[in-house]
């Protein structure tokens, strides 16, 4: 599928959202791949590059106004969680190089957040033909008990075809692993996209199914810092993950997010603008 036909396809969902914004906060703090206790949400503690402050609140997503949205921080990762599609708009997170090798064993626990409104439990994915697709990953999060526990929980799921979850978004999952150990520390935000005409439910709940996922990616400490946005339909994503890949403007009219707003304009006009495959892939 070519990066063309993949912008058709999901452009519908730029008209159903309008632009709005609203502030957000958050942001994370730095912990060693075998660390067992972590402290929750404080600050970013990466080594940043000059141009870029680890006070930064890099984290901070804004979106339409017009979007039931609740803001959740949990171990490692912050979300936005719409009770009407019960799902996250969002989800996201720092990763550190030093957290993706050894840690924690898998949690697969799955669990519902009574604490927050419209939360769905695990029996609203029984038998529905979709996988409990993670947005923030376990894998990911593998630094802290804590933290792996939390990335089980059901607002941090969407309704995701299996070979999508097993294959493509998986491969992606692992480069992200890569690049993060390359670069010390990324910061990834991903969530579910809708459009019109994705109206299936599933479960007593009614958890919406997307029709595809978004994964925005910046390396904002480097000294050239730089950003790539991936968009895979909720379906099979056959080829080269090079044919999915965005610019992070791309996402942003899709979805109406506004990612990495408290980056300085020339920063972020850089990470936003520019996608080049080659250059993330390298080793």
């Not at 190089?97 to 939360?119: H, I, L, M, P, Y």
């Not at 480069?175 to 994705?198: C, F, H, M, N, T």
């Not at 990470?271 to 495959?277: L, V």
């Amino acid at each position: 599928m070519k990066k063309s036909y993949i912008i058709i396809i999901l452009i519908a969902a730029a008209a159903l959202i309008a632009i709005g914004v609203y502030g957000l906060t958050c942001s994370r703090q730095n912990n060693s791949a075998d660390s067992e206790n972590s402290a929750p949400i404080t600050g970013i503690s990466s080594k940043p590059s000059s141009s870029v402050s680890p006070s930064m609140d890099l984290m901070n997503v804004a979106i339409p106004s017009s979007l039931p949205s609740e803001i959740k921080d949990y171990e490692g990762f912050r979300l936005s969680f719409n009770n009407e599609n019960h799902t996250p708009n969002w989800v996201a997170w720092e990763l550190l190089g030093s957290e993706v090798q050894n840690g924690v064993a898998r949690s697969n626990k799955f669990w519902t957040d009574s604490s927050v409104e419209g939360c769905p439990s695990t029996k609203d994915y029984t038998n529905s033909g979709y996988d409990r697709g993670h947005m923030c990953p376990a894998a990911d999060q593998k630094w802290s008990q804590q933290a792996m526990e939390d990335c089980f929980v059901l607002t941090n799921i969407c309704p995701q075809d299996h070979s999508l979850n097993t294959g493509a978004w998986s491969t992606l999952e692992n480069k992200e692993r890569l690049w993060a150990q390359r670069d010390s520390a990324i910061v990834i935000i991903s969530g579910p996209i809708y459009s019109k005409d994705d109206k299936k439910r599933i479960g007593t709940t009614g958890v919406k199914v997307p029709g595809a996922f978004f994964k925005v990616i910046a390396a904002p400490y480097l000294d050239s810092p730089r950003g790539i946005a991936f968009v895979y339909p909720n379906m099979t994503s056959p080829g080269n993950m090079e044919n999915y890949v965005m610019t992070i403007d791309e996402v942003e009219k899709l979805t109406g997010y506004d990612f990495f707003a408290p980056l300085p304009d020339d920063i972020e006009n850089e990470i936003e603008s520019k996608s080049s495959f080659k250059e993330w892939n390298r080793r």
